[in-house]
């Protein structure tokens, strides 16, 4: 159990992987360490749980105070708001699935957490030729998103916002005027 005012180590040694506790989790997200700022908030598990940067302990290791704290179990979401997460838009279980619908002759791809035009452009690679009538929705899950709104509509074919899932970066009050 977390409890706020705590500090917290948020790790991506593997070593933590199986040994989180109230003191170290581990995330699987390399980079965190690098595009994390001190002051920025971490949320957990669909925000109900919130870290503040504190400190870059080491390459592999940020300190953090508990903000709102609660219970934590596995493989929780991560979010990541006011960052650049430079995660690729396409993992290979999204590429293995896209090919798998292009044999079956698929007419759409509703398309998760697009952050920017580049990432349907990764989309529209991977069918090529082949699925040029594939027509590319793109979701809109966060803040970045948003930001990008422009080019994302300019570069898909249809736009979906997820308001709940924006929700975690964005104060609710927000999310219905942004989605106009």
Do not use: W
């Not at 070593?15 to 997200?29: G, K, N, P």
């Not at 952050?115 to 040029?132: C, F, N, P, Q, T």
């Amino acid at each position: 159990m977390l409890k706020a005012g705590q500090d917290i180590i948020v790790s991506i040694n593997k070593d933590h992987y199986a040994e989180c506790s109230d003191t170290v989790i581990y995330v699987d997200y390399a980079n965190i360490v690098n595009i994390m700022e001190v002051g920025q908030l971490i949320y957990i598990d669909d925000g109900l749980l919130s870290l503040k940067v504190k400190e870059k302990k080491d390459s592999q290791s940020l300190l953090c105070q508990v903000m709102n704290g609660g219970a934590l179990g596995s493989h929780k979401g991560v979010n990541l708001p006011h960052s650049n997460v430079d995660l690729p838009a396409l993992s290979e279980r999204d590429m293995s699935d896209i090919r798998f619908g292009l044999q079956q002759k698929i007419d759409m791809i509703f398309a998760s957490f697009i952050r920017k035009a580049a990432d349907v452009h990764s989309i529209k690679a991977l069918i090529g030729e082949e699925g040029k009538h594939i027509k590319i929705i793109s979701k809109i899950e966060n803040k970045e998103g948003i930001d990008n709104i422009d080019e994302i509509i300019e570069a898909s074919d249809g736009i979906m916002v997820a308001r709940g899932d924006m929700g975690i970066e964005i104060p609710l009050r927000k999310c219905s005027l942004l989605r106009r």
